[in-house]
Every structure is written in structure tokens, then in C-alpha cells.
């Protein structure tokens, strides 16, 4: 994990599912970075922020 902070409980929405940060050659395939954004309702930061990496192989 690249940074953590604490966040209230709350409902909560995503306007935008994932969003497509960076696609990158690796050596039989590619990896991918999506950024996933969760919101709080009344609140200016989000409640949530995940960039996950996933790497696809093809065959």
C-alpha cells in the first residue's frame, strides 16, 4: 500500500467504477493500474482510493 488514512463511517456511492490509469508492456503480456475512487455522501475527499495492478498474460 502506497498511502492509508482513516475515514468516517458513511454512505457510500462510486460515480465511476474504475478508471484506467496506465497499461505497460511486461515481458508475455501487460500490466494494467485502475484506479478505483469511493465517495461520501457530503463529504469534498473521497472516503476511499485504490489503485490496484494487475498484470494479463496472453496465451
Known amino acids: 500500500m502506497s498511502r492509508v488514512f482513516d475515514a468516517p463511517f458513511a454512505l457510500i456511492r462510486s460515480k465511476r467504477p ?6 505497460e508492456e511486461v515481458e508475455g503480456g501487460v500490466q494494467a493500474t485502475i484506479r478505483v475512487s469511493v465517495e461520501i455522501d ?5 472516503g ?5 495492478i494487475s498484470r494479463y498474460y496472453l496465451a
Open 18 to 23: 474504475a478508471q484506467l490509469m496506465a497499461v
Open 42 to 46: 457530503g463529504e469534498e475527499r473521497p
Open 48 to 52: 476511499c482510493v485504490v489503485d490496484t
